[in-house]
DNA sequence: CCCTGTCAAGTCACG
DNA sequence: CGTGACTTGACAGGG
């Protein structure tokens, strides 16, 4: 088992994912704010390395505008020894990788014009990890997408969208369950159809679950990645005691998360902390999950 | 310097 | 019907 967080390290004082308007947009700045990103992201990376937080969730905003027609700059070739520089430091202190399009990557959507915008978005993701050298239990995680008020068909279009992507999207790409529309049981449905590893959102199945207990989509959703894909990712959070029941906690309830390590107890996966705290919150599960026989010490 | 409206992109729940 | 939420607030213009 590894521990990580979510793209922003509040220690350090640098950000991996800079960014600027669109109406600023030139290829300097662009290659200024890539350049300071990559070199945040390898000390954000050498810091986690130092307190084995061995899992890391990469921005989406590394490249900005990346999808973007504007963006004709070659950012792939321009920084592709610090790419592999990064990418080397990765496999040499064997930390998992994940990313996360934002929630515009909608390939179920209805409107092909989303669609189109979509798959050069999830490119993008793909690029940078492929220019990282990783193996492919590197994951780009999305949610399934919109029901549209027929969530049969919304699952079949998502089918045949997945279907239809490049290969060197589909071997990266991963499902999860969201808190509002798709449960487990309809990811599990589109991964027999696909063979989609589904990552398991606790907090989102909290809010919004078919019946499974806990215990069941650990074993269920462990079932679908395989060797090459990794252990299973999931994603951990608590919510926001006073804000809507939506929002994320500011800190880490290790109690619940105790809670949560117990009834997983049998399973062995990586797990990400979605919590405003970042790093702050991983160190204190590090150390209440150090008693734990799935976390090996490297 | 500080304040705050706004930022490429979609969808849905909630009030 | 407008706003806030989402994996993450940060940018930049105006005072």
Redesign the pocket.
């Known amino acids: 088992m590894k521990i990580g967080y979510?793209?922003?390290n509040?220690t350090i004082g640098c950000?991996c994912?800079?960014?600027?308007?669109?109406?600023?947009?030139s290829e300097d700045?662009l290659e200024e704010?890539v350049r300071s990103n990559l070199l945040c992201l390898l000390n954000i990376l050498k810091f986690n390395v130092e307190r084995t937080i061995l899992f890391f969730?990469i921005?989406?905003?590394l490249i900005?505008?990346?999808?973007?027609?504007v963006?004709t700059f070659h950012w792939q070739e321009r920084f592709q020894e610090q790419f592999k520089e990064i990418g080397m430091f990765i496999r040499r202190h064997d930390i998992r990788i994940s990313m996360?399009?934002?929630?515009?990557?909608?390939i179920?959507?209805?409107?092909d014009?989303?669609v189109e915008?979509?798959i050069?978005?999830l490119e993008?993701h793909a690029q940078v990890l492929d220019l990282l050298g990783l193996d492919r239990s590197a994951k780009i995680q999305i949610?399934v997408?919109?029901?549209?008020?027929d969530k049969e068909k919304?699952m079949q279009r998502f089918i045949d969208r997945y279907n239809a992507l490049d290969d060197l999207i589909k071997k990266r790409l991963v499902i999860?369950n969201?808190?509002?529309?798709y449960t487990v049981t309809d990811c599990l449905r589109i991964h027999f159809a696909t063979g989609i590893p589904v990552l398991f959102?606790y907090?989102?199945h909290q809010l919004n679950s078919s019946e499974e207990k806990m215990a069941d989509a650990f074993e269920l959703l462990s079932r679908t990645w395989s060797e090459k894909d990794g252990i299973m990712m999931v994603?951990y959070?608590s919510?926001?005691g006073r804000?809507?029941?939506?929002?994320?906690a500011f800190t880490i309830d290790l109690r619940d998360f105790t809670s949560f390590l117990e009834q997983s107890k049998p399973f062995d996966y990586d797990v990400m902390l979605?919590?405003?705290d970042?790093e702050e919150s991983a160190l204190a599960a590090l150390q209440a999950v150090k008693k734990d026989s799935r976390f090996i010490k490297v």
């Open positions: 979510p793209c922003i509040r950000t994912g800079r960014t600027f308007r669109l109406k600023n947009f700045r704010t969730r921005t989406s905003d900005p505008f990346a999808s973007h027609p963006c996360h399009p934002d929630q515009f990557v909608v179920n959507s209805k409107d014009a989303v915008r979509s050069k978005e993008y949610h997408g919109g029901v549209y008020n919304s999860e969201d808190d509002t529309s959102d907090f989102h994603d959070s919510h926001h804000g809507s029941k939506r929002s994320h979605e919590i405003k970042k």
